[in-house]
């Protein structure tokens, strides 16, 4: 278990539609990261935010957000879904005292868009 | 930006050692990490290099050398439970401290 929690496990939804997609980092992390998984592919970078401002991003379509709230859980909103947003989803975290500049990974948001 | 490679695929035996290789570029160079992911999981930590040199941890070690923009992850005594896929993932702090993740190399352990 790496501490972070990452819910739902498990979404489907229609194209057109929008989803949030919840993080709670490891205890003392103040980084959160966003990272998209589709099928046999890498993990590629989308957003990055750092006790509660964004610190980097990556590859993110206009059509997703991110925020991180004071109590520095995130979320990630993907808005009028295509068929090709499909993907495993992983939140990780990292920067508190046990975790340093490590990353730790959620179990992942399987989202399947139909 | 950063360029991050790998080799696709990679197959060894059970018990035997493989080297897995990783060359990077990138302008703000902060550290390397590897990764081990098991398809549909988490990847889970495996060890990071700041410094040139080795590092060992049980089984596996990994090396680094800042100069030639080149890392391998070692694995020893292979066992079936290594088939997996591992990430070589670079840490750069140009722009906010971004890690960058490799295509992954999978590894296939056959008996």
């Known amino acids: 278990d790496s501490g972070v929690t990452q819910t739902p496990k498990h979404l489907i939804t229609a194209t057109g539609q929008r989803v949030t997609l919840r993080c709670s980092p490891r205890s003392g992390d103040l980084s959160v990261y966003w990272y998209q998984q589709s099928l046999d592919q890498g993990l590629q970078f989308l957003i990055q935010?750092?006790?509660?401002?964004?610190?980097a991003k990556g590859n993110i379509l206009e059509r997703f957000s991110a925020q991180q709230f004071p109590d520095l859980h995130s979320e990630l909103n993907l808005s009028s879904l295509e068929l090709g947003d499909s993907a495993l989803y992983f939140c990780?975290?990292?920067?508190?005292?046990?975790?340093?500049?490590?990353?730790?990974f959620g179990e992942g948001s399987w989202l399947t868009v139909v | 930006g950063q360029n991050i490679d790998q080799p696709t695929e990679m197959t060894a035996t059970e018990g035997a050692i493989v080297q897995i290789n990783c060359t990077y570029q990138t302008s703000g160079f902060n550290g390397l990490f590897w990764y081990q992911q098991h398809a549909g999981e988490a990847p889970t930590f495996l060890s990071y290099?700041?410094?040139?040199g080795l590092e060992e941890k049980g089984r596996f070690s990994s090396f680094l050398s800042r100069s030639k923009g080149y890392s391998y992850l070692l694995l020893k005594e292979l066992q079936m439970k290594d088939s997996a896929s591992y990430l070589c993932a670079v840490r750069d702090q140009t722009g906010g401290f971004k890690t960058i993740f490799g295509a992954g190399t999978r590894l296939f352990v056959k008996a």
């Open positions: 290099n700041v410094l040139d």
């Open positions: 990780a975290s990292s920067g508190g005292r046990s975790s340093g500049n490590t990353i730790y």
């Open positions: 935010y750092y006790n509660g401002e964004e610190r």
